[in-house]
């Protein structure tokens, strides 16, 4: 299994921009899709991005499409979220996660398709 640990969290205003970062130790790191997930104070967690094991595809979910970016560098074990125009409704802790099946042919969004979780970095926008 990978672990992971996120980093990059913190409070801003709204329309700011942050970059979280997930470092990676283990070799199975570059075989396995990254993603990106999030859960609010009394909400289920829920995706928020995906990036291939190549970083050739992503797939990012409606509510943060155009603002949040996903990417990868395998060279350094490390993902990353790019987040722009924050806003309020970004409040929640950062997870992400490492996918179960070493190079999968399709980005897959559900928890259970994810088996490594880093502990996660908290996000807090001011209006």
Do not use: H
């Amino acid at each position: 299994q990978v672990q992971l640990a996120e980093s990059g969290g913190g409070l801003v205003q709204a329309g700011d921009s942050l970059r979280l970062s997930c470092a990676a130790t283990g070799r199975a790191f570059s075989a396995a899709n990254m993603g990106w997930f999030r859960q609010a104070p009394g909400k289920e967690r829920e995706f928020v991005a995906v990036i291939s094991w190549s970083g050739s595809s992503t797939y990012v979910a409606d509510s943060v499409k155009g603002r949040f970016t996903a990417s990868r560098d395998n060279a350094r074990n490390t993902v990353y979220l790019q987040m722009n125009n924050l806003k309020p409704e970004d409040t929640a802790v950062y997870y992400c996660a490492a996918g179960r099946q070493p190079y999968p042919s399709a980005l897959f969004s559900r928890e259970g398709d994810f088996n490594s979780w880093g502990q996660g970095t908290q996000v807090t926008v001011s209006s």
